[in-house]
């Protein structure tokens, strides 16, 4: 059995890594969104919007995390262009995207309350090692 120390040290780990995860989602999140606004801004006004029919692409339409490369060329695309499509590939990677985020920080938060747990123990640990003393 890890001894407490050692169950702490890499709860803190896994938490700064998972912290470090959510950063990179919501920086990608922010790109991806931004990157559809200007698609939008280029293709066309506000009532021509409602006629294409891009509130419905929208929606989620994949919950696993896209990857790196799928991002990249979605922010960065060869040639850049704007079209109907691109913007349901950019709504469809932030859907994806929030759907990752929320799992990661799920994830952090159940890693800090065992975290706080095992400091919780640790701390009981240490306090009845110095009373035996």
């Known amino acids: 059995m890890a001894t407490p120390d050692a169950v702490v040290a890499q709860l803190r780990h896994s938490r700064k890594e ?5 950063a990179r989602v919501r920086w ?3 790109l991806v ?3 559809r606004g200007l698609e939008v801004a280029q293709l066309t006004d506000a009532e021509e919007l409602d ?10 339409l994949a919950a696993d995390a896209p990857t790196s490369g ?4 979605a922010v ?9 499509s691109s913007v349901e590939t950019l709504a469809a990677l932030d859907s994806r995207l929030e759907s990752y985020e929320t799992r990661v920080a799920r994830n952090v938060e159940t890693v800090t309350a065992q975290m706080v747990k ?4 640790q701390h009981r640990m240490d306090a009845r090692s110095g009373h035996d003393g």
């Open 28 to 30: 990608w999140r922010s």
């Open 51 to 60: 006629r294409l029919g891009l509130a419905d692409a929208w929606e989620a």
């Open 70 to 73: 799928e991002l990249s060329d």
């Open 33 to 35: 969104q931004a990157r």
């Open 76 to 84: 960065w695309p060869e040639p850049p262009s704007a079209t109907p």
């Open 118 to 121: 095992a400091l919780g123990e």
């Open 18 to 22: 998972m912290r470090r995860e959510l």
